[in-house]
């Protein structure tokens, strides 16, 4: 039973380009989150989606970052125009309704 | 404001030796609380958590931890710690009037020194 799939495990662009992350939830898991981790911090809440709905996006930037978790397909976590300051881990995690929630092995953000 | 501090950000233990980790925490409610592990380069392992009930709580790899509600605290201990167990630990508090959504602590790093 595979765990949440996230991919690609590093991605690197250049500063106002486009980044998209992945995240295929645990089987039967239809919660869905998205952390992120700066150097040298703990993880930092971004979005809590369960499919077709995002259900708290009060730690989402305002500007440039957006998510969806589609009927069909893993959710996605999209960051436009990147700037150096958005390098970090993103994590997504899943859960069985609202029970403990099981971890990715991130996607590592660089930005040039 | 709902916070979760870990004070300690390094820890060096002698392997065998016991280990303490401290986590506390603030939040209005009664808390959901966990520990995870990170080793580098990976995702967060869920070691334990508490949710109701016995306030100490055993988890995997010989950890255990207990919930002290009068200190708003819960730290994670280990009788005997294994050079495997050098990696980086994270206390959180689920907040489920927000769907369980995690605030983490800074996270300590452990060594293990042989």
């Known amino acids: 039973n595979a765990g949440v799939m996230q991919n690609p495990r590093h991605l690197v662009r250049r500063r106002g380009q486009e980044a998209r992350l992945r995240c295929s939830p645990m089987?039967?898991?239809?919660?869905v989150y998205w952390y992120r981790q700066l150097p040298e911090e703990g993880l930092k809440f971004m979005v809590y989606l369960q499919k077709e709905n995002i259900i708290d996006e009060s730690g989402m930037p305002k500007e440039r970052f957006s998510a969806e978790f589609p009927k069909e397909g893993p959710s996605i976590l999209r960051i436009q125009q990147v700037v150096r300051g958005d390098s970090a881990a993103y994590f997504c995690?899943?859960?069985?309704?609202?029970?403990?929630?099981?971890f990715g092995d991130g996607t590592r953000l660089s930005i040039l | 404001a709902q916070s979760v501090t870990q004070p300690d950000i390094h820890i060096t233990v002698s392997e065998g030796a016991s280990l303490e980790l401290r986590c506390n925490y603030s939040?209005?409610?009664?808390?959901?609380l966990f520990w995870y592990v990170q080793s580098p380069g990976q995702g967060l392992q869920l070691l334990l958590k508490?949710?109701?009930?016995?306030?100490l709580v055993q988890g995997i790899k010989g950890f255990e931890a207990e919930f002290k509600r009068s200190q708003s605290s819960f730290n994670l201990r280990k009788p005997s710690v294994h050079w495997s167990d050098a990696a980086e630990y994270f206390c959180a508090v689920g907040l489920m009037e927000y769907g369980n959504k995690l605030v983490f602590g800074a996270g300590t790093i452990l060594r293990v020194k042989s």
């Open positions: 939040y209005g409610a009664t808390p959901y």
């Open positions: 508490y949710f109701s009930g016995d306030t």
């Open positions: 089987k039967g898991h239809s919660h």
């Open positions: 995690a899943s859960s069985l309704d609202e029970g403990p929630q099981h």
